[in-house]
């Protein structure tokens, strides 16, 4: 599997050809990739989907390509970049080096290029965020964010659709006590007090017979906690 296949990728390239020519390369190898013919809609598409990865090239109507990436980096410093010109400009590409630039292709750029670069600057990509994304708990527990997974080194452990939200919602709080209302109220809104709390001490049950029960803490009169490893 390609480390692309997963992630998007917003292509910007004023060459109509060139662009339909890549387009057609990229599409199958990317979740989803947006196109556009100048830095401005650049902006726009970059402000409404918020890609994975970027190709630029560098000149560019409206707004040139180092513009554009000069604004994204004001909010965003782990994207990455790949500038694309017909011409090796040494000033322009040492602004893009300060800018975080991933990398940097003189046309004409061989598709086998282009994708061997991309696939690199993924792996790279998913690896920094990949360290941001896992949670570690006790005992060699581990949270991943973005899978909403509980992994016990290697091994994921399976959830039901009520424990894993549990979970979710005692990771946004980590290290805090989440009270019994927040979490009955989250997921049995509307239901019985008596329902609910029966519901939930069946749920810590079952939980708590896949993982330590200090991975959970019951906080008398307030509710429970999960703490990061030290």
């Known amino acids: 599997m390609l480390n692309t296949n997963n992630l998007t990728l917003l292509y910007v390239e004023d060459d109509t050809a060139l662009r339909e020519q890549f387009i057609r390369v990229l599409k199958p190898r990317f979740k989803e990739v947006y196109e556009a013919a100048d830095g401005q809609q650049a902006l726009e598409l970059y402000a409404q989907y918020s890609p994975d990865m970027i190709i630029v090239d560098i000149n560019l109507p409206y707004i040139d390509g180092l513009e554009v990436i000069e604004k994204i980096r004001k909010s965003n410093e782990n994207t990455p970049i790949l500038i694309v010109s017909a011409y090796s400009d040494q000033e322009k590409l040492f602004k893009a080096i300060t800018l975080g630039l991933s990398d940097y292709l003189i046309k004409p750029v061989r598709q086998k290029k ?10 790279k990509y998913k690896n920094k965020i990949g360290i941001n994304n896992l949670v570690h708990l006790r005992n060699d527990y581990i949270w991943k964010k973005e899978e909403k997974e509980l992994c016990y080194r290697d091994e994921t452990i399976l959830l039901t659709k009520r424990e894993r939200v549990l979970l ?7 290290n805090k006590v989440v009270t019994f209302e927040s979490i009955t109220d989250l997921i ?6 008596s329902v609910v709390y029966s519901s939930l001490s069946h749920l810590l049950k079952r939980l708590r017979k896949k993982f330590p ?18």
């Open 213 to 230: 029960e200090e991975l959970i803490e019951n906080i008398y009169g307030e509710g429970y906690r999960i703490t990061s490893g030290q």
């Open 188 to 193: 049995w809104e509307g239901e019985e007090y």
């Open 114 to 123: 282009l994708l061997t670069v991309l696939d690199s600057m993924a792996l």
């Open 168 to 174: 979710e919602c005692m990771m946004q709080q980590l």
